[in-house]
């Protein structure tokens, strides 16, 4: 038994020591054959170093040899010296077989380092040695996908299929192509060729990318349908219970609808967007209390979110609970929160608090970002007149005129102001 077998029958009995021992005897005395053969087999159980030393020392006999240098390229990656690895790759003879495969890594490489353009480059140089090959228009697709240039990428992915290539590495390529034409917002396109990938496996991931692409395209009880099937094979996939929610929200299942936001949050109680949504929810079927706990709990775990903020202020105009309005302008001014709608809203609460000079501040405050808007110049010129600000009403009431020149109503208010 070789000294390569050895080292491999110790590995598989846990006697490390005892196999590393061997290993120095299979550099001293094995033949290359054993040595490139041993260092295939340890890099396949991840003991990169040893790996590393083997190919080196082979590399260092065969200084040509092409396939040694992008093998010993690939070690060092994995072992995060991609500096090594480049000067390695950049060396290779141009003419070697083994150089478009190294402009594949090459091109990986510099894509890790932000170097998208010289990553293209490395990928166009290696399509041009090898037209025709597979794995080089599926590694240049693929980098389109990631840079978000969908349509350049669909077309290479449809020419793979149209060659017959419908997977490569384990990758479907019909996947592929159908979240490309999804990213694309190419909708309803993109979900044939999620039924193709579905078809020859049926995988959690791209079901997902169904079901979210069909809700995408407005096809809703498509989604329902698809966003259910996954539900029934993971019901942990939480990504699901948002747009399943959603989905039947818009089919008006406003029961369902809940209740898949209720589902989500008994696997993910910390998920925002599903309390502001059940929030939501509740409001529609008229569970105000039940929506003002969603909505406080949407708040508590992100302060920041307006929507949730804005949300429960209409609730509590609604409910005449001017404190608690302000309570929650409050809480987001502190937060940094610059949403304009939170002045209006406490120039509103203000004003009906009777807390006249501070609503007067903050209608000012919300003036600068409203004054377009025809509902907060009739209110605020409302407010104007009531505390006695005749000037100002009557320039307020004119500039809403400009927008509606024949509202009998603001011109009457405009002559009265006038007076």
Known sequence: MSYAQQMLESLEKGEDQKAFSLFKKVQSFSSDEEKFSLAEQLYGLGFLEETQKLYQGLLEAFPEEGELRVLLAEVLVDMDKEEEAMLLLEQLNQADENYPRALLLLADLYQMQGLYEVSEQKLQAAKELLP????????????????????????????LLAGGQEEIAGISIHQRLAEALSAGGAFEESLEFYEKALEGQLEINTLFG???????????????????????????YHSIYLYLAKAYEREEELEKSIEAAKEGLRHDEFHKELHFIAGKLSLKLGREEEAEQFLRSALALDPE???????????????????DVLEITELLKREGESDPQFLWDEAKALNEL??????????????????????????????????????????????????????????????????
Do not use: C
């Open 132 to 159: 025709d090959e597979p794995v080089i228009q599926f590694a240049l697709a693929e980098f389109y996908s990631e840079q978000g240039r969908f349509l350049e990428a669909v077309r290479l992915y449809k020419e």
């Open 210 to 236: 169904y079901a979210f692409t069909a809700f995408q395209a407005g096809f809703y009880q498509t989604a329902i349908a698809k966003f259910e099937e996954l539900k029934a094979l993971d019901p942990d």
């Open 305 to 323: 979110f307006s929507e949730a903020a804005l949300t429960l202020n209409k609730l509590f105009f609604h409910q005449e609970r001017y404190e």
């Open 354 to 419: 009777e807390n006249y000079s501070q609503a007067l501040t903050a209608y000012e405050e919300a003036y600068n970002f409203f004054k377009d808007h025809v509902h907060f110049l009739e209110e605020y010129g409302y407010f104007l007149m009531e505390e006695g600000k005749r000037q100002e009403a009557r320039q307020i009431f004119r500039k809403l005129l400009q927008t509606d020149p024949a509202n009998e109503e603001w011109l009457l208010l405009i002559e009265r102001l006038s007076d």
